[in-house]
């Protein structure tokens, strides 16, 4: 726990390459002693897809984010927060390698799992918004992206 800690800092710090290297030998030792499905494993290399994609890798952030999404639907279901999340980032990734349509199509489930699950007016919800409507306008569907900044301003006027 101590060593991932210690890569969290670095990340923090912008040590990335020094955090990579932190990140690796959690999850090497984590898989070691706790297995490929431990929920701890599955964090260490979401940690490590994270450091990636820090460093501009996205290809490999988006190789171990599918593995984390994968597990994580398996083992805790389509609806639970660590796999919504693992989808969310998947998504994020999905946007910077460019590859809008994909990213677009992760962003819905999250938007939509989150709105059923949180409503509305939640921070993670109005997060999973904004970006569906980036990827909206990045693939010049702009009519969606209007309707999804509408809703925004619309909740926005309730709080």
Known sequence: MAMGNLAGTHSDLGDFEKAKELDITVLEKRTTL???????TLRAMANLAATH????????AKEL???????QTKLLGEDHPETIKATAHLAVT???LEEFTKAGEFEV????????????QHPDTILAMQNL?????ALNK???AEELEQ?????????
């Open 34 to 40: 706790l297995g490929r499905d431990h929920p701890d």
């Open 53 to 60: 994609s820090k460093l501009g890798d996205f290809e490999k």
């Open 65 to 71: 984010e599918v593995m984390v999404l994968e597990k």
């Open 94 to 96: 999905y946007y910077n």
């Open 109 to 120: 489930v999250v938007l939509e799992k989150r709105r059923h699950l949180l409503g509305d």
């Open 133 to 137: 409507t980036l990827t909206h306008r």
């Open 142 to 144: 702009l009519q969606e």
């Open 151 to 159: 809703l925004m301003e619309d909740i926005d006027r309730l709080v």
